[in-house]
């Protein structure tokens, strides 16, 4: 699901707070570097140890898989579980053009349809596809592990 290069990286202001948020398609260099985003990133990140036997069983897994993210830049959840994730996949084998960040107003929305037929309640929302099916999703926090919550929707049959 990828939109056109006039959006990608757009800044707004929220007009709840006045704070400036990301929105639309993002790329996780702007991302990580957002002022909102990066002092949480910037400990997270290199904090985050991903559990070795379920990394391990994520990297075959991953083969072929897409993944979009929905996260808001002024979320505490998406502040913490983006490195945790981020963390996990430079472990692994996905390709990063096979992941989509989408950033999101505090009333779950983008500019266009980004979401459409997406269903977003709460962010962080990470989908996981096969081509264009989805095979599950990891909502605001992981149940066990970003790691571990991907190995689990990558193990259905």
């Known amino acids: 699901m ?10 707004v202001e929220d007009p709840s707070t006045g704070e400036i948020i990301l929105i639309n398609t993002c790329t996780r260099d702007i991302i990580t570097v957002f002022p909102t985003m990066k002092e949480k990133y910037d400990i997270e990140y290199p904090d985050y140890a991903p559990e ?5 069983d994520l990297l075959p897994l991953l083969k072929d ?16 579980q983006l490195p945790h994730f981020l963390k996990t996949i430079d472990s692994s084998s996905i390709v990063e053009e096979n992941i989509t960040f989408i ?34 999703r990891i909502i605001e926090k992981p149940t066990i592990s970003i790691e571990e919550d991907l190995v689990q929707i990558l193990s259905k049959k």
């Open 2 to 11: 990828k939109t056109g290069a006039q959006h990608i990286n757009k800044q």
């Open 52 to 56: 070795p036997n379920a990394l391990n």
């Open 65 to 80: 898989k897409n993944i979009t993210i929905v996260l808001g830049t002024w979320c505490g959840d998406s502040r913490e």
């Open 103 to 136: 950033c999101v107003d505090r009333a779950k929305e983008t500019e266009d349809e980004l979401l459409k037929d997406l269903n977003i309640d709460r962010v962080p929302t990470f989908i996981i596809y096969q081509s264009e099916e989805e095979l599950g």
